[in-house]
């Protein structure tokens, strides 16, 4: 979660978003979902990076994209935080969700 949200990376704080927590208390919400469920062991999240080609996109757009894509991949169950890079030829999304909401997340084979 540090890495994601790590600003010298973004270069500005525009392009952090949350989905079912807070950039801020991201870690701290997903690990209270964790305890809720009784879920404190194991899988304790997903990391996903989604690149460009360079110039392929501006940054806002990139954002957009991840946004939608952690929208579309998580249909709104479970809480993610991304994070569009800015410090690399090729601008790239850091999309960190968290592992449970109480139902199968699509990035694990488990049931929770």
């Given at each position: 979660?540090?890495?994601?949200?790590?600003?010298?990376?973004?270069?500005?704080?525009?392009?952090?978003?949350?989905?079912?927590?807070?950039?801020?208390?991201?870690?701290?919400?997903?690990?209270?979902?964790?305890?809720?469920?009784?879920?404190?062991?194991?899988?304790?999240?997903?990391?996903?990076?989604?690149?460009?080609?360079?110039?392929?996109?501006?940054?806002?757009?990139?954002?957009?994209?991840?946004?939608?894509f952690?929208?579309?991949?998580?249909?709104?169950?479970?809480?993610?935080?991304?994070?569009?890079?800015?410090?690399?030829?090729?601008?790239?999304?850091?999309?960190?969700?968290a592992?449970?909401?109480?139902?199968?997340?699509?990035?694990?084979?488990?049931?929770?």
């Amino acid at each position: 979660m540090d890495y994601a949200l790590n600003r010298d990376k973004t270069e500005q704080d525009l392009l952090e978003s949350a989905l079912g927590c807070t950039c801020e208390d991201a870690f701290e919400d997903m690990c209270r979902v964790k305890e809720m469920w009784h879920k404190e062991q194991g899988v304790q999240g997903f990391h996903l990076v989604q690149s460009f080609a360079a110039s392929e996109v501006t940054p806002e757009l990139a954002h957009q994209i991840g946004l939608e894509f952690a929208d579309r991949l998580l249909h709104g169950n479970f809480q993610a935080v991304i994070s569009t890079h800015l410090n690399t030829k090729c601008i790239h999304n850091h999309i960190v969700c968290a592992p449970i909401r109480g139902r199968v997340n699509p990035l694990s084979k488990r049931q929770v």
